[in-house]
T-cell receptor
């Protein structure tokens, strides 16, 4: 397996534009997590899915953020409209079992909103 | 609320020095504990994990961690660091009957030759 795949690796966009980040988890993994990493706040859990169903989205900062998982092999994180303070590295991770065995992380998407 | 504290934000060592990075968590129940490493420009990778059993856990690349329940701690250690250990290290915690993996703020380690 190629691991968790995220796209794009880098995204630069203007304030107010819609941004969509994509993630392909490892095949067979039941859990998918979206994290945001910033210098100030470290790694924050935004939302996670189990079997494509959102379980906890309490970490999503605002209504401007939304996430979907239409099938077991694909998830998106959308920011609309984007703001400069959304600039961060966004990581997707997947894992096998409840109780959280090892989480495998993607390479991340570095988002810059200007 | 469950939280994870890493008190060392930035550690600078010379090669061959010993390393200990602190990690404390606030939750009092049964937990699963992890240390992840993030090399410059890369994604997070698992170093080691503790679910149950022997509280002294051996990981990759010579790292180990000790779970001390009474202190709510899971400190990471390495007897002799190398330049290639330069990275950011994250402690993380979950409870077995929840699925949320919560990370500490990370410790940046710089090792000089």
């Amino acid at each position: 397996d190629a691991g968790v795949i995220q796209s794009p690796r880098h995204e630069v966009t203007e304030m107010g534009q819609e941004v969509t980040l994509r993630c392909k988890p490892i095949s067979g993994h039941d859990y998918l997590f979206w994290y945001r990493q910033t210098m100030m706040r470290g790694l924050e859990l935004l939302i996670y899915f189990n079997n494509n169903v959102p379980i906890d989205d309490s970490g999503m900062p605002e209504d401007r953020f939304s996430a979907k998982m239409p099938n077991a092999s694909f998830s998106t994180l959308k920011i609309q409209p984007s703001e400069p303070r959304d600039s961060a590295v966004y990581f997707c991770a997947s894992s096998l079992y409840r109780g959280h065995t090892e989480a495998f992380f993607g390479q991340g998407t570095r988002l810059t909103v200007v | 609320a469950q939280s994870v504290s890493q008190h060392n934000h930035h550690v600078i060592l010379s090669e061959a020095a010993s390393l200990e990075l602190g990690c404390n968590y606030s939750y009092g129940g049964t937990v699963n504990l992890f240390w992840y490493v993030q090399y410059p420009g890369q994604h997070l990778q698992l170093l080691l994990k503790y679910f149950s059993g022997d509280p002294l856990v051996k990981g990759i690349k010579g790292f180990e961690a000790e779970f001390i329940k009474s202190k709510f701690s899971f400190n990471l250690r390495k007897p002799s660091v190398q330049w290639s250990d330069t990275a950011e290290y994250f402690c993380a915690v979950t409870r077995p009957n929840t699925d949320k993996l919560i990370f500490g703020t990370g410790t940046r380690l710089q090792v000089f030759p």
